[in-house]
């Protein structure tokens, strides 16, 4: 009796080993689609900033805008770009910085300086790293 219960421990262990280790992942991880980081990006500016109904609206329309616009530039030629994106060539980067001031200004026309400043600082913690750097303060996913 003594042993069939060890025997039964044993495989209870190595099953539970088994059952625990993830599936091998078939290359990198793919990036959140357009419709998903909008839902972050909203979600976490209306809950710092305290927006209010048309506040989030008008952001939310900005940040559309500009993740359509970034989904055209890195799917020229037909082809997404692999994650994580390199920075863009200078014309692209041009085009970059088009969108980044057009949808800042629609978003200073809806918030006042107090939430524009937050949203500055906000924003940049936001931004993915670059290669070879570490996700900033208070980003990191446990």
Known sequence: MKRSMQVFVVLLMLGLAGHSQQPAADGPPKPPSPEERLKHVTEKFNHELGLN???????????????????????????????????????DKEAVDKLVKARDAQVKAVLTAAQFEKYTALEKTMRPPGPGQKPPPGDRKN
């Open 53 to 91: 109904a048309t506040q989030q609206e008008k952001l939310a329309a900005a940040y559309k805008n500009f993740f359509a616009g970034m989904e055209k530039l890195r799917q020229k030629e037909g082809k997404p770009q692999p994650p994580p994106p390199p920075p863009p060539p200078p014309a």
